[in-house]
């Protein structure tokens, strides 16, 4: 149980801003291009920087909520 049920509240959902999901976007993009660019073009370097960039931009959009 919520701490808004346990208050007599009624539950809502949070509503996430645009800003957020392009914010989210832009920086899995820049993080992907530096870590190709440190890291070469071969296939488990660009596997491991798709990784990365997939977890800093989620990182990034859940954090600005």
Do not use: Q, Y
């Not at 832009?26 to 530096?34: D, Q």
């Amino acid at each position: 149980m919520s701490a808004i049920a346990k208050a007599g509240g009624t539950a809502t959902r949070l509503k996430r801003s645009r800003a957020s999901l392009v914010g989210g976007v832009a920086t899995g993009i820049g993080v992907f291009a530096l870590t190709v660019l440190l890291a070469g073009t071969s296939t488990p370097s660009l596997a491991l920087a798709l990784v990365i960039a997939l977890a800093v931009a989620a990182w990034v959009r859940l954090a600005d909520l």
